[in-house]
Structure formats: structure tokens, C-alpha cells
């Protein structure tokens, strides 16, 4: 089955440093990805809509010079906090749609990524 | 705007006990609904879906049916298992497709032995 790749799982950073997360579909090619950060015991919130070779659009009230998505080619999407702050800290998660092969027309979502900026 | 409403957690049930996790919605127009599991450690993994009003989902024996006059779409399993042990979340696209879904805060469902 289609299967995302989110790395890394985990990431400590100090406030003011920028942090890099990547999403890779592995067995299929993503036209689409999206964004999604969760807080605790909170719901998924879609922060941004990323198609490959086009700029990503981002859900309202998302700073989109915070949050830079990058969605060079057809199997990663990078998702990168600049500057980041202690209230930044989350659960980012991605995931991906094809439109053939094992990941043709259904959301298949990574484990996600958790930040922690001290 | 959109909304997911989901019975908050955890839920603790016994081995072979019946489960009902409650789920309603708000949106404009006619959604499709969805519900994800997302066991330790891995991504959310989609269970059942159902598109429009009346029909039921199905999976792993979940079922869930989409009721428009209640607004809900109750996730049920009649003989619950330790390894159905997980998170779930109730979601919705108000477009009918799978794109930018709106969750609800999720579910944690414990099994015991």
C-alpha cells in the first residue's frame, strides 16, 4: 500500500532557529500534499495545501512566511518553522494524494513530526 | 464554517465489550465523512467512509452510518479487540472528495484484557 515517509519523528530546536521537516511518498507520486499541525488533545488543523510546482495555499490565519512549504517534486514536501518560538512546539503531520498507482485518490498521512523549541 | 465533534477520551473497554464512539458534525452542504485510526507510533490510516446520507462504512468490523437528520456518523464495533486500541478521529470534507478534511480532536480508545 501507499506509504508516506515523515522525517524527522522528533526535533529539539532553540527559539530563533529554523527547523526543516520532509515528506516523502515512497511507493507512489503525490501531486498533492497537505499540512496539518496538531496541539495536545486538540484536533488536526490543516495549516496549508502544497501542489507539486506550484506555491502552497495556506489556510487563513497561517503565516505562510512562518511556515515555508516547499513542493519541489512529485515525491517530497518540506515543511520549514523559521524563527521558531516555544509556541510553535507541535505535532506537524503531512500527507499525500496521488493520482495513480498505490496512492491513487485516497489521503495517506505520516506519522508525524513533533517539535519541541526551547 | 466547518466542525467535528467527537466524545472525548479515553475510552476504556474490556476485551469483547461493544463499542460506540460519538461523532457529529456542522458543515454547509453535503459532506463525506470519515473516520481515521492512528495506532502508537504510526500515521492516521483511513477505516471507513461514507459518502452521502444513509450509506454505511465498513471495515475490520467498524461500521459507522451517516445520518443527515442527526448530523452524525457513530463509529461502532460489536466485539472490540486489545489491538483495536488507538486514536480516532472523525473528519469530514464538505466537498465530497478526500482534500483539507476537518477533524475532530480525536478519541483514545484503551482495550484491556
Known amino acids: 500500500g501507499a506509504v508516506v515517509s515523515q522525517h524527522p519523528s522528533r526535533v529539539i530546536c532553540k527559539s530563533g532557529t529554523s527547523v526543516k521537516i520532509e515528506c516523502r511518498s515512497l511507493d507512489f507520486q503525490a501531486t498533492t500534499m497537505f499540512w496539518y499541525r496538531q496541539f495536545p488533545k486538540q484536533s488536526l488543523m490543516l495549516m496549508a495545501t502544497s501542489n507539486e510546482g506550484s506555491k502552497a495555499t495556506y489556510e487563513q490565519g497561517v503565516e505562510k512566511d512562518k511556515f515555508l512549504i516547499n513542493h519541489a517534486s512529485l515525491t517530497l514536501s518540506t515543511l520549514t518553522v523559521t524563527s521558531a518560538h516555544p509556541e510553535d512546539s507541535s505535532f506537524y503531520i503531512c500527507?499525500?494524494?496521488?493520482?495513480?498507482?498505490?496512492?491513487?485518490?485516497?489521503?495517506?498521512f505520516g506519522a508525524g513530526s513533533r517539535l519541541t523549541v526551547l | 464554517g466547518n466542525s467535528v465533534t467527537q466524545m472525548e477520551g479515553p475510552v476504556t473497554l474490556s476485551e469483547e465489550a461493544f463499542l460506540t464512539i460519538n461523532c457529529t458534525y456542522t458543515a454547509t452542504g453535503y459532506p463525506s465523512l470519515f473516520w481515521y485510526v492512528q495506532y502508537p507510533g504510526e500515521g492516521l490510516q483511513l477505516l471507513l467512509k461514507?459518502?452521502?446520507?444513509?450509506d454505511k462504512g465498513s471495515n475490520k468490523g467498524f461500521e459507522a452510518t451517516y445520518r443527515k437528520e442527526t448530523t452524525s456518523f457513530h463509529l461502532e464495533k460489536g466485539s472490540v479487540q486489545v489491538s483495536d486500541s488507538a486514536v480516532y478521529f472523525c473528519a469530514l470534507n464538505p466537498g465530497g472528495g478526500a482534500d483539507g478534511l476537518t477533524f475532530g480532536k480525536g478519541t483514545h480508545l484503551i482495550i484491556q484484557p
Open positions: 500527507s499525500a494524494r496521488g493520482v495513480a498507482g498505490a496512492g491513487a485518490n485516497v489521503l495517506t
Open positions: 461514507a459518502t452521502k446520507a444513509d
